[in-house]
C-alpha cells in the first residue's frame, strides 16, 4: 500500500487571517481541523474524484488555471470557515491521559457551554454560506471540470448538492398532501428536475 501524503489546502496563516483565531493557538492544535474540512465538507461538495483531483494538483503543482481560480474564490474560505466551526468546541478543552480539562488563564475565563453553542452555530452559518457558493458555482459552469461533471463511478463519497442542515430531515413527497422540500443549492436537482427548486411527488 502507497503512502499519501497530506495535502493542505490553505495554511494556518490563511485561517488566522481569515478567522478571529488567535497567534497564540499552537499550529498543531488547527491543522487535524483543516484536514477534517477538506475530507468531510469538500468531499461532500465535490466527490471523492474531486478532492482527489484537487489533492494531486495541489501536490504535483499541476492545478490548472480554472482550479486555481476555483480554490482561491470558493475552497479555501470554505476550508477556513469549516476547520473554525469544527476546532472551535476544543480550543477551551485539553486531552490529556489524566481527563479532559478546562483550560484557562490569569486575565481570561472560559467560556460557558451555552455561549460556545450560540457561537458555534453562528460560524456554522458562514460556513454553510460558503459550501452553497461553491456548489451553486459548479451547477452554473458545467463543462469547466470533468472531475465534477463525469466523476469516477467508484466513488466512495459522490458529490452532493445539500449545503444545509436545519436540524430535521424532510425526504421527498410521496403523494397528495405530502410537505414540499426545498432541494439545493438554488432549484431542484434530483429526483424532481425541473421543479423550479421544490420537489414534490403528485
Known amino acids: 500500500m502507497s503512502y499519501t501524503p497530506i495535502v493542505y489546502y490553505i495554511s494556518t496563516t490563511y485561517l488566522r487571517q481569515n478567522t478571529p483565531i488567535e497567534d497564540n493557538v499552537d499550529d498543531d492544535k488547527i491543522l487535524p481541523y483543516i484536514i477534517q474540512a477538506q475530507q468531510t465538507i469538500v468531499q461532500?461538495?465535490?466527490?471523492e474524484t474531486g478532492l482527489n483531483?484537487?489533492?494531486n494538483g495541489v501536490q504535483?503543482?499541476?492545478?490548472?488555471p480554472d482550479e486555481q481560480t476555483f480554490m482561491r474564490n470558493y475552497v479555501q474560505?470554505?476550508?477556513?470557515?469549516?476547520?473554525?466551526?469544527?476546532m472551535f468546541p476544543f480550543l477551551n478543552y485539553k486531552s490529556t491521559n489524566k481527563a479532559i480539562s478546562k483550560e484557562s488563564s490569569e486575565y481570561s475565563q472560559p467560556a460557558e457551554l451555552q455561549e460556545i453553542k450560540y457561537l458555534r452555530s453562528a460560524i456554522l452559518d458562514m460556513a454553510e454560506f460558503y459550501k452553497r457558493r461553491m456548489v451553486k458555482w459548479l451547477v452554473d459552469?458545467?463543462?469547466?471540470?470533468?472531475?465534477?461533471?463525469n466523476p469516477n463511478a467508484l466513488d466512495n463519497m459522490p458529490k452532493t448538492s445539500q449545503s444545509y442542515f436545519a436540524g430535521v430531515y424532510m425526504p421527498y413527497g410521496y403523494g397528495v398532501g405530502r410537505y414540499p422540500v426545498w432541494t439545493e443549492p438554488y432549484g431542484s436537482t434530483e429526483p424532481c428536475s425541473?421543479?423550479?427548486g421544490w420537489s414534490r411527488s403528485l
Open 77 to 86: 474560505p470554505l476550508v477556513a470557515q469549516y476547520a473554525f466551526y469544527l
Open 53 to 55: 483531483a484537487l489533492n
Open 194 to 196: 425541473g421543479c423550479g
Open 60 to 64: 504535483n503543482n499541476t492545478l490548472t
Open 44 to 47: 461532500e461538495g465535490i466527490g
Open 141 to 149: 459552469h458545467p463543462g469547466t471540470f470533468t472531475w465534477y461533471d
